[in-house]
Nanobody
């Protein structure tokens, strides 16, 4: 079993930055595919970024390229999502997922590639 806890969300102003963290416990996820998704009110959960387990390659959605940066800290069993220049449309609950299956890295952009999810952290961007 893997437990994931996201943190770092909050109420911010347009143009601010946030650093979201996802701490894993239960086992090391250093070789797992880790992903960040978000869900805005009334919308489906959407893929933001992922780190593929087998080689550490990082992927971003088109909407995330340029303002989002994902990283992994294996010593702390944590992944981080840095979000710069926040806009109101970034308002959402941000979730991290952990995928330990061989195909998790191939389907990193899909929710069902992940075996475990955190409870989410709310990001609200006020104009």
């Amino acid at each position: 079993q893997v437990q994931l806890v996201e943190s770092g969300g909050g109420l911010v102003q347009v143009g601010d930055s946030l650093r979201l963290s996802c701490a894993a416990s239960g086992r090391s996820v250093s070789r797992w595919t880790m992903g960040w998704f978000r869900q805005a009110p009334g919308k489906a959960r959407e893929f933001i970024s992922a780190i593929r387990g087998r080689d550490g390659k990082i992927f971003y959605s088109d909407s995330a390229k340029g303002r989002f940066a994902m990283s992994r800290d294996n010593d702390r069993n944590t992944v981080v999502l840095q979000i710069n220049v926040l806009y109101p449309e970034d308002t959402a609950v941000y979730y991290c997922g952990a995928g330990g299956r061989p195909d998790s890295g191939a389907y990193y952009y899909m929710e069902n590639a992940y075996d475990y999810w955190g409870q989410g952290t709310q990001v609200t961007v006020s104009s």
